[in-house]
C-alpha cells in the first residue's frame, strides 16, 4: 500500500466517523430513514471492496484488520440507534429491517477483521456484501 492509498483510507475512516456520529437520536423520518440506509449501503460497499482487496492479497493484514474493525463498528452502531429510536408513522418496518441489514453488514465485516488475511473468507463476503449494498439502496429510496 502506497502513501495515497493510506491518505485515502484515513480519510474514508474520518469521513464515517463523522457521517454516523450524527445519527444516534431523534425520531427515524423518511428523510432520516434514507440518509442511514445510504450511510450502510456505503459501508457494505467500502466493506465489498475491501475483502475484494484481501481476496486478491492486495491489502496489508493491519490495514484489512484495522478497517475491517473500523467498518463493522459503525454498522454495529447504525443496527444499534435503528434498533432503538422511534420512528415516524408507516416506516417502523423499513427501519427496523435496515436495523437488521447494518447488524448483518456488521457481522459479515466483524469476520473480515478476525480473519485479515483469510483469502477464501474474503471471497466468500464479497457477494453477500454487494447484496447487502443494493438492499440498503433499495431502502434508500
Not at 58 to 82: G, N, W
Amino acid at each position: 500500500m502506497d502513501v495515497a492509498d493510506s491518505s485515502r483510507c484515513v480519510a474514508v475512516l474520518a469521513l464515517l466517523a463523522v457521517v454516523v456520529a450524527g445519527c444516534n437520536g431523534g425520531t427515524v423520518d423518511k428523510h432520516a430513514l434514507k440518509r442511514d440506509a445510504e450511510k450502510v449501503g456505503s459501508l457494505a460497499s467500502e466493506g465489498e471492496l475491501l475483502a475484494n482487496d484481501v481476496s486478491k492479497g492486495a491489502s496489508t493484514e493491519y490495514f484489512a484488520r484495522v478497517h475491517a474493525k473500523e467498518l463493522s463498528q459503525a454498522a454495529a452502531d447504525l443496527a444499534d440507534a435503528l434498533g432503538k429510536r422511534p420512528t415516524s408513522p408507516g416506516i417502523t418496518p423499513d427501519v427496523r429491517r435496515l436495523s437488521r441489514l447494518a447488524g448483518k453488514v456488521s457481522m459479515q465485516l466483524e469476520q473480515l477483521h478476525l480473519h485479515p488475511t483469510d483469502r477464501q473468507l474474503a471471497q466468500s463476503l464479497e457477494q453477500p456484501l454487494k447484496h447487502d449494498a443494493d438492499a440498503a439502496d433499495r431502502l434508500a429510496k
